[in-house]
């Protein structure tokens, strides 16, 4: 009889184990080695991998209601577990608790996949008698207690790059390589041509002792012999056809390399005929340093700040951190669209005049061609290093959020092949920093169709100025209304529908580009100056600050997110841009034109012009030490005006460094411009 019993007893345990297994859905060996990790933690004395497992799961910190909700844990503790059949692995729980999301980390055996860790949290096998080892936030700090679980994601120990991430690290090799192999054999022939030329020099000195002697001895014969030894030398050295595809070789080799991308690229004077409009270096400078801290501040914000409503507060309350992610957000892009819009109608408006007036299919392909061939080498280039990189870098906690909101290269990287990232339908992006590319080429191709308005008839080309003026204006109000978009940043940073149907799209950013294109148009064919008496220019200087005041005033007027239809919402977004860009527009104009005083003594400094040579790869580059330095952080940052200046400094320096190599390595060297030297 109790034989029978203790049989019915197992088979019923068994039976047991065997549903709650099924239940689960758990691999065997998942199961096996969580119960003895959870076990290990029941005795008296565990042993190390248990206790360093546990302790390496998140736990709940302080400051919860200011915004200190994730509890990444220590992923390398966890991965530095090790029992005798398992190892730790970190995995990554994502709940919704209210309305508050967050991830705790926890470390479970490796010998768990994904789907596994998911029915172990779910079916809260991961506790401790009653404890669980992911509790939720006390009802004291958040009402509902009740979890939902949107996902788990665990972090693997080995780094994986496939065919596509192979690809891109071989393209950039190759890109790499190009320029450093010409770099070494320009080098070469350059020895050796020294070389050659310090034996004739020597050779010469000896003949003509020689020649000197054999003339006291015998005139005429030594100077026939000399005549001819001359002769011929210069029949060695005059065989030009038979040295053609050599001399190709060798130019090409020189523009590729080095010796040639590395000229002027640090010099502090313009070699620019014409004028170079030297205060265009201190804007564009100036405005690269602006979106730079907006980068350095907004990332780390949206993913990893342990004080995010902290920096919100101090955001809204102050306007010192309009640098810092905060106001109106990256006016500094539309000062960069005012620059493009003033260049590229000066550039264009040079050739026209070259051609006697005439705008030709063929300089319109050409001028098309000339800025594919300036932005695409280095574009593409970050492109496939960026993806190759970050298929390489094994990540911390935070890594994953980056990678699924930074970078979708493997589907959509003929977005930013074809400069159409911007006006595609998905929130999803290859290096989504690259969409402005896209934004400014789209406005830079329109250019040749206002100049041919302006040359045919100047009321036809104003007609069509203003259309596209009202236009932009009306879109960018129109948006703003319909979809009760907010005005200002870190709200509107956050706004999934504000970056997609606003930010982005040249419908509703060309007006900055446009006021560029007249003030290029003003000054390459002005006769007089606008501005003729001081009188005149103080008053101008007046409205152009007052301008800039009120555009960042007022976006702190309007600073709380629209619930309806809001008109000043909708009015300021479709204007403040635009008038942005016009009164920096006035700052040119003044400094062309005489009135800028310190301004343009300080915009024009030689100390901008380098760092402006260089603008164009720190733009693309910035955002990679950003991301690599977010991306291997394991605690969350906390937010101080110092910590967040030394955070900005330290991205500046570095993208300094490196810009200046891919300028010269990448940039100049696929210009493929030769300059004799």
Same mark, same amino acid.
């Given at each position: 009889?109790?034989?029978? #019993? ?60 200011? %915004? ?14 090790? %029992? ?105 022939? =350059? ?37 001819? !030894? ?168 935070? +890594? ?14 003929? %977005? ?36 041919? #308005? ?80 001081? +009188? ?5 200087? #007046? ?9 960042? !005033? ?22 403040? =841009?635009?008038? +942005? ?12 034109? %005489? ?10 400094? !030689? ?68 300059? =004799?030297?």
């Amino acid at each position: 009889m109790a034989l029978g #019993f203790l049989v019915f007893f197992l088979f019923a345990v068994s039976s047991l184990e065997l549903e709650t297994t099924e239940a689960l859905n758990v691999t065997k060996k998942c199961e096996e080695d969580t119960n003895t990790f959870l076990w290990e933690l029941t005795q008296e004395r565990p042993l190390e991998y248990a206790v360093h497992m546990y302790d390496a799961f998140g736990k709940m910190g302080s400051n919860v209601e200011g %915004g200190n909700v994730n509890q990444p844990g220590s992923q390398q503790q966890c991965q530095s577990a090790h %029992g005798s059949t398992f190892s730790g692995q970190y995995c990554q729980v994502f709940r919704q608790q209210e309305t508050v999301r967050y991830f705790v980390g926890i470390c479970v055996p490796d010998s768990c996949k994904e789907e596994d860790v998911e029915m172990l949290v779910l079916y809260g096998r991961l506790q401790i008698g009653q404890t669980s080892l992911i509790p939720p936030f006390p009802s004291i700090l958040v009402n509902q207690t009740a979890q939902a679980l949107l996902m788990t994601h665990c972090l693997s120990n080995t780094v994986s790059p496939d065919a596509f991430d192979v690809t891109c690290l071989f393209v950039c090799s190759v890109m790499v390589a190009i320029p450093l192999a010409a770099t070494l054999l320009t080098a070469i022939i =350059r020895w050796k041509k020294n070389r050659e030329v310090s034996p004739s020099l020597e050779s010469s000195s000896i003949n003509t002792g020689l020649n000197l002697y054999g003339t006291l001895k015998s005139n005429g014969s030594s100077g026939s012999e000399r005549n001819g !030894g001359s002769l011929e030398e210069r029949d060695s050295t005059s065989h030009t056809p038979l040295c053609f595809p050599r001399s190709c070789v060798n130019q090409g080799l020189e523009a590729l390399s080095l010796q040639n991308t590395s000229q002027g690229v640090l010099s502090t004077s313009s070699s620019i005929t014409g004028g170079g409009y030297s205060s265009l270096n201190g804007i564009r400078v100036l405005s690269l340093f602006w979106i730079i801290c907006l980068h350095s501040t907004h990332f780390l914000v949206e993913v990893n700040l342990d004080n995010k409503k902290h920096w919100e507060k101090a955001a809204k309350s102050n306007p010192l951190h309009l640098m810092a992610s905060a106001g109106p957000i990256a006016l500094a892009v539309d000062s960069f669209l005012l620059l493009g819009g003033l260049l590229s109608a000066r550039s264009l408006l040079n050739s026209i005049n070259r051609a006697d007036g005439k705008l030709s299919i063929s300089m319109v392909a050409s001028y098309l061609f000339n800025r594919i061939k300036r932005i695409q080498p280095l574009h593409l280039f970050i492109l496939c290093f960026t993806t190759g990189l970050t298929s390489l870098v094994r990540g911390g906690p935070y +890594w994953f959020q980056i990678m699924k909101t930074m970078t979708d290269c493997k589907t959509y990287w003929w %977005g930013n092949v074809l400069l159409i990232s911007n006006i595609l339908p998905t929130p999803s992006k290859c290096i989504p920093w690259a969409w402005y590319l896209s934004l400014d080429f789209q406005c830079y191709a329109a250019t040749p169709l206002l100049l041919y #308005f302006y040359k045919l008839n100047k009321g036809v080309f104003a007609a069509v100025a203003g259309g596209l003026m009202l236009m932009t204006i009306a879109s960018g109000a129109i948006t703003t209304a319909l979809l009760q978009l907010p005005v200002f940043q870190p709200l509107s940073g956050f706004n999934l529908d504000y970056m997609l149907y606003y930010y982005v799209k040249p419908y509703t950013r060309y007006g900055p580009y446009l006021i560029g294109v007249l003030n290029g148009i003003y000054l390459t064919t002005k006769k007089d100056p606008v501005v003729k008496h001081k +009188w005149q220019a103080a008053l101008c200087w #007046f409205c152009c600050l007052s301008l800039l005041a009120v555009v960042v !005033g007022l976006a702190y007027v309007l600073k709380e997110e629209p619930t309806s239809l809001s008109l000043p919402h909708a009015f300021y977004q479709g204007l403040h =841009r635009s008038l +942005w860009a016009l009164a920096v527009t006035w700052i040119i104009v003044a400094c062309e034109e %005489g009135y800028g005083g310190f301004i343009k003594s300080f915009l024009s400094l !030689g100390f901008w012009l380098p760092l402006s040579n260089i603008s164009f790869a720190c733009y693309l580059s910035h955002p990679i030490f950003i991301i690599i330095y977010m991306g291997l952080q394991e605690t969350p940052i906390h937010y101080t005006d110092l910590n967040f200046m030394y955070i900005f400094l330290g991205h500046l320096v570095l993208t300094l460094v490196v810009s200046y190599v891919l300028t010269v390595l990448i940039e100049k060297t696929y210009l493929l411009k030769y300059s =004799r030297t």
